[in-house]
């Protein structure tokens, strides 16, 4: 039963997030008057909030929004409310890009320096580029192993690709943790947990360019979105092609995961929680669905780095712990009325 139209709930929404956006930006291990920011003078607390708060608040902003998207356009895929963008792979194969780039960073970069110096323009690190290319390769290997020429893309072998992609992710990230030093170990297991205290101009112009991208390209995916919820035959009926928006949802879905995860590593349930709680309050028409996933994706992602900046303050938690802790009850809650609807 639906509690709000879906576009009372994006205002609504927007409504909530600016005070959000505030308190991210002002509110910290210590905090500072807003009115800093409009200081003419260079002053300690206006370059912390002009150079560290506020391009941490908004990149916490825009990777939940894309998470979350994400996370809509697969549950509409799956047609199930417990789908997560992980299941394509993009986040055990981004892993593994991790750990690669960070146990033979050392010898790439001096293989191809010359190339790899191109990412300080934007902003990105060696283990950032290493991550997109995992998970990107990780969904090509899911997809072609899930297509075939006569039966195109199988859903449900895609969801047990995906599994199989995650174990052999999970046992190589193994064999790489017992093969590392104590610092290479560190690196690894942080930005496996997520965070965003690499937090830059650069990388909040980035992922902004990706969350516009994913709105312009999904835009005409909503009506298909919600022909599919019917099933894959009466979508076809309804004159949707299937095998190409399939297409569509699995690349873009997988862009913007991969994207996020370069940028803030692995930050886990935002995906999932997030689209099943905006479908429980307005219902699960797309056209609204897509819009409010990522407006309360921003909220919520906001406020878990806020926690994660304020409970062991001055030291910092990584804000993957924070989104772990706020999902599993709500994931645990969700199997738990799948089961009692059976």
């Known amino acids: 039963m639906r509690l709000l139209e879906g576009q009372k709930l994006c205002w609504l929404l927007i409504a909530a997030a600016v005070p959000v956006l505030i308190m991210a930006i002002a509110v910290g291990p210590v905090s500072f008057p807003l009115t800093s920011l409009f200081s003419n003078d260079n002053s300690q607390s206006a370059l912390i909030l002009r150079e560290i708060r506020i391009p941490r608040a908004l990149l916490s902003a825009l990777v939940g929004a894309v998470l979350a998207i994400s996370g809509a356009v697969m549950q509409g895929l799956f047609r199930n409310p417990l789908a997560d963008p992980s299941l394509i792979g993009v986040s055990a194969g981004a892993s593994v890009g991790t750990s690669v780039a960070i146990m033979f960073g050392g010898y790439l970069a001096g293989a191809f320096g010359g190339w790899l110096s191109i990412s300080t323009l934007s902003g990105l690190s060696l283990i950032s580029i290493g991550a997109f290319l995992g998970g990107a390769g990780a969904v090509v290997l899911v997809y072609r192993l899930s297509t075939s020429p006569y ?22 990230n193994n064999l790489m943790s017992f093969m590392a030093d104590n610092e290479m170990l560190r690196r690894m297991s942080l930005w496996q947990m ?19 991208l994913f709105l312009i390209l999904l835009r005409n995916q909503s009506s298909n979105l919600n022909a599919l919820l019917l099933g894959e035959s009466e979508a076809r009926h309804l004159g949707v092609n299937v095998q190409a928006t399939k297409r569509r949802i699995i690349v873009l879905a997988a862009l913007g995961v991969g994207v996020s995860t370069a940028l803030a590593g692995t930050i886990a349930f935002v995906g999932l929680i997030v689209p099943h709680m905006v479908r429980l309050i307005s219902g699960p028409d797309h056209r609204s669905l897509l819009l409010a996933s990522g407006i309360m994706g921003a909220i919520m992602l906001m406020l878990a780095d806020l926690l994660s900046r304020l409970v062991i303050a001055p030291a910092e938690l990584p804000v993957g712990v924070i989104t772990a802790f706020l999902g599993v009850p709500f994931f645990v809650y969700l199997l738990r009325q799948t089961v009692s609807a059976r």
């Open 194 to 212: 997520g965070n965003l205290d690499l937090a830059n101009w650069n990388r909040v112009w980035l992922c902004l360019a990706m969350l516009v």
């Open 151 to 172: 039966r195109g893309t199988s859903v449900p072998t895609m969801l047990l690709v995906g599994i199989a992609i995650g174990a052999l992710a999970a046992a190589l």
